[in-house]
């Protein structure tokens, strides 16, 4: 498990680090803890997450916003 909760964070990654997920590994991440984070856009985040941590099965992020729950819920597995 990746616990990256209470951090501060707004964005998940810089966009030097999308060019291959899988040279930074990030395809081995199954568990994932981003709750409590000030993300900018949790659409852009989930995004991020689904396409650099193919191999994710547990992802824990607070949401606020109802369009955010919506999102997340129609978008990821």
Do not use: G, W
Request: proline share 6%; hydrophobic share 40%; aromatic share 6%.
């Amino acid at each position: 498990m990746l616990d990256l909760s209470s951090n501060r964070i707004k964005y998940l990654l810089p966009s030097s680090m999308l060019a291959n997920p899988y040279e930074n590994h990030l395809d081995t991440i199954v568990s994932l803890n981003l709750s409590d984070n000030p993300f900018k856009s949790i659409a852009e985040t989930a995004d991020q997450v689904q396409s650099l941590m193919p191999n994710l099965t547990d992802l824990q992020v607070s949401l606020f916003d109802e369009q955010d729950v919506d999102y997340i819920i129609s978008t990821m597995p």
